[in-house]
């Protein structure tokens, strides 16, 4: 195994590096949003590259995995088309009308409408479609909307860790790590699905209170979706999505270019499709957040400072594979619901990668991290996007209703979200112990 020394490029690397992660952990309390931190981070990289001569603008440029950019930023634009159809209204009102009343029965088909979605599109942007609709249902059967809500976050969290494209680390992962759709949906599909149920059956004992109640108001009327047309178009054109989703391999379509392909068809559905209309729920300052995050480990890597820290790391993978994907799922978890997936998961990347190219056979780390971070975001309400965007909204219901009740405070969150995470992630560990040689193949 080649012996790395420890350089000053590799230390003038660690300490942006640090700086610009420190920065974003911290950013409950400081108050500057991650995306400002990631791009000062990156120009900071690029500049203490050029002068110690291991970074320059163009590694930079090619240091962002455009895959991942251009796959989150079409399936964005997608979403941003549907919701005023109002396809997703008619589904939840739809779904609350059958429940008549029970009200387990309607946190699960929420839940399992919310998932469905979640392999598709992100977690964040099926939270953000659902949530509002979740409160206004709850409001006309006069029942608490804490339930709901949280299992849309948790449920969304889990569930969209068994696609390629269902949560922003699976998408950076499979990018690179050259994982297919369907080889990430037949090896993480039947594991989160068990994960799933553990969790909707957990909510159900969670929240045994609020689901007890008896809802004021059973009837529902289902509305008319505005632009059928439309929707029924974009129906289709997902479905003609992941059909090409399973197949980009034989085709040799990377997966933004079919995402890219169901846009451009989309847009040229219908004559009402604005293109800025189409682009206001894209989320520039994300994909800002993931540039300037690739930007600033991609010079961590040119300094080898990552091959450094792989080095020590190595000898504990080659040891006990099964022991290291475990250690890697747990801790992935836990930094996940302490502070944010994303920055982990960039920043592990490189390190596997470069185990790889030692010739290890690093198949299960990859499914290990994957369902470490996807998990662990359930921990707390930090731990992923879609958490801090159903607090929020829940807190604003409390200042209009002026109940400080309907809020989720983090310690609530916790209260239910930390069991999710921690029984989710038993079971977890259990099937990838027993089921261990599967999750080892060879990817390629």
């Not at 409408?113 to 953000?128: A, E, G, K």
Request: hydrophobic residues 55%.
């Amino acid at each position: 195994m080649e012996e790395y020394v420890l350089s000053t490029d590799m230390i003038a690397s660690a300490i942006v590096l640090v700086i610009t992660f420190v920065a974003i952990f911290t950013e409950q309390i400081h108050h500057m949003e991650r995306s400002k931190v990631a791009a000062a981070g990156a120009v900071a990289m690029i500049l203490v590259g050029n002068v110690f001569g291991f970074y320059s603008p163009e590694d930079a440029l090619e240091a962002v995995d455009w895959n991942v950019i251009f796959l989150l930023a079409a399936m964005m634009t997608i979403v941003s088309i549907m919701i005023p159809t109002g396809g997703f209204q008619w589904i939840a009102y739809k779904i609350a009308a059958m429940s008549r009343g029970r009200l387990y029965f309607m946190l699960c088909m929420l839940g399992t409408c919310v998932t469905v979605l979640s392999l598709l599109l992100d977690n964040v942007t099926t939270v953000v479609i659902f949530g509002p609709l979740i409160i206004l249902i709850a409001r006309a059967m006069k029942v608490s909307p804490i339930p709901y809500l949280l299992a849309a976050a948790l449920l969304s969290d889990t569930g969209g860790i068994a696609t390629l494209v269902g949560d922003p680390p699976n998408i950076m992962i499979g990018s690179a790590a050259g994982i297919s759709f369907n080889r990430f949906l037949f090896t993480m599909g039947p594991i989160v699905l068990v994960a799933w149920l553990v969790c909707l059956i957990m909510l159900k004992f969670l929240f045994k209170t609020e689901l007890a109640a008896t809802p004021a108001d059973t009837k529902h009327e289902v509305p008319e979706i505005p632009d059928a047309r439309l929707w029924k178009a974009s129906i289709v054109i997902l479905g003609i999505m992941v059909v090409f989703f399973m197949l980009h391999n034989a085709l040799h379509w990377e997966p933004w270019f079919v995402a890219v392909l169901g846009m451009s068809a989309l847009v040229l559905t219908s004559r009402k499709v604005v293109m800025d209309h189409a682009m206001e729920h894209v989320e520039i300052t994300l994909l800002m957040f993931f540039i300037g995050l690739f930007m600033v480990v991609g010079g961590v890597e040119h300094s080898q400072f990552l091959e450094y820290v792989g080095s020590f790391i190595t000898p504990f993978v080659q040891a006990d594979l099964l022991t290291a994907t475990i250690v890697l799922m747990w801790v992935g978890a836990f930094l996940s619901a302490a502070i944010d997936n994303i920055p982990f998961t960039a920043a592990m990347i490189p390190i596997i990668l470069g185990m790889e190219q030692q010739g290890i056979n690093v198949a299960p780390l990859w499914w290990g991290l994957a369902m470490g971070v996807g998990l662990g975001g359930n921990g707390t309400h930090i731990g992923s996007t879609a958490n801090v965007f159903i607090v929020t909204i829940s807190e604003r219901l409390a200042r209009e209703e002026n109940d400080p009740s309907l809020a989720i405070t983090p310690g609530l969150w916790f209260r239910k979200g930390s069991p999710v995470m921690l029984g989710t992630l038993l079971v977890s560990t259990i099937l990838f112990a027993i089921f261990f040689d599967f999750f080892a193949r060879p990817i390629n």
